[in-house]
């Protein structure tokens, strides 16, 4: 929005608001703004929350540790999507079509958050939206976005796979990159919300994996950069740096009360949302199995999931203590922030993993 401002004023009054269509200045201008906005709303939204007692249940079944957490107000993630919508709509330039794929695969995803914690939370039904009614509502939003990623393709190499550490390996993906398109967003989903079971767990990794997007969106997005490093050329993807910077941004800013012992959970309005932020990026990236490294807590934590109920249904028997597998550290003994850093501290080092691939070929 305010780009357009830019060039009108540029044009009719000073030429100095040409910096303004410097990307990297709106990217940190969508950072810093999310982050604001996340920090003056936060304590009025906690507040709401609480007066309504919008608060967390907590299974019997779980870590004793957790009992203590109960009533803590929750769908804080609500917050995040306001200040990521706001930045957005503000920095980003609204004429490029990535950016309104991306902003509303996020807002069609929290929305079907909104809804399971809504039923869960104030309908006081226990179960949320049906397994059927949430995966299809999923799948409808993720099989959108894949074909309008499909269908306004520009390029030949906007719709290949691109195989990280392998210089020019790109397969021809041709109809395929709709199911993988949808997998990946519709995982990505589901995987951030199965990962989002103690205080900062998912909301740092978000932050971490959206930062090093942006450095993907930006490289991929300038021809010249794109040349030297010899990734795909994407062209408009740069404009994207701006909604992972209002991630970043509004991310740290639900940290800042999310953090041990948090002031508010994030919910499925959150989880959802973000988990298909980052797949929707990743894809129009064209780095799809470099988020499946950099977001590797989040698959282990899947994975962890469907082994416990693959196995209990096969033989009887679990493998872990509890899944996902954070509650299996909790009840060996790990306290709550141990399992948090250690978690945060190997996605450090496989986001740099990551980025690594912009290099190594």
Not at 104 to 109: I, S
Not at 163 to 185: C, D, H, R
Not at 252 to 269: E, I, R, S, T
Request: glycine fraction near 10%; proline fraction near 3%; include cysteine.
């Amino acid at each position: 929005m305010l780009v357009l401002l830019a060039e009108w004023l540029t044009n009719n009054f000073y030429t100095g608001f040409n910096v303004f269509q410097y990307l990297t200045l709106r990217g940190i201008l969508g950072t810093l703004t999310a982050l604001l906005i996340s920090l003056i709303v936060g304590p009025t939204m906690i507040e709401r929350l609480s007066h309504y007692q919008i608060g967390q249940h907590i299974r019997e079944d779980g870590p004793k540790s957790h009992l203590s957490k109960a009533g803590t107000p929750t769908m804080g993630g609500a917050l995040i999507l306001v200040a990521i919508a706001v930045a957005t709509l503000l920095w980003a330039d609204l004429r490029n079509h990535y950016v309104w794929i991306v902003l509303l695969t996020t807002l069609a995803f929290g929305a079907i958050g909104w809804a399971d914690d809504y039923k869960k939370l104030i309908l006081r039904n226990s179960k949320g939206l049906s397994a059927r009614a949430k995966y299809s509502l999923q799948s409808g939003a993720g099989l959108i976005a894949a074909l309008l990623l499909y269908f306004t393709a520009q390029a030949p190499i906007e719709t290949q796979l691109i195989v990280p550490f392998f210089k020019n390996v790109a397969l021809n993906l041709g109809w395929f990159f709709i199911p993988l398109t949808y997998f990946v967003i519709v995982g990505a989903s589901n995987a951030v919300n199965l990962t989002d079971g103690l205080d900062g767990l998912a909301i740092v990794p978000t932050v971490m994996v959206a930062g090093a997007l942006a450095v993907f969106c930006y490289a991929s997005g300038n021809r010249i950069f794109a040349g030297y490093l010899d990734i795909p050329y994407v062209v408009g993807v740069g404009e994207v740096l701006v909604i992972c910077g209002a991630m970043v941004g509004a991310g740290l800013g639900f940290l800042w009360f999310n953090a041990y012992p948090a002031q508010v959970f994030m919910g499925d309005v959150g989880a959802l949302a973000l988990g298909a932020a980052l797949g929707v990026i990743a894809v129009a990236v064209r780095q799809e199995l470099v988020l499946f490294v950099m977001g590797g807590v989040f698959v282990i934590e899947t994975v962890s999931v469907i082994l416990q109920v693959g196995s209990f249904k096969l033989t009887g028997r679990r493998i872990f203590r509890m899944a996902p597998l954070h509650h299996h550290f909790e009840l060996k003994g790990w306290p709550e922030p141990r399992v948090i850093v250690r978690f945060w501290i190997i996605t450090i080092i496989l986001v740099l993993i990551g980025l690594s691939t912009l290099k190594i070929r």
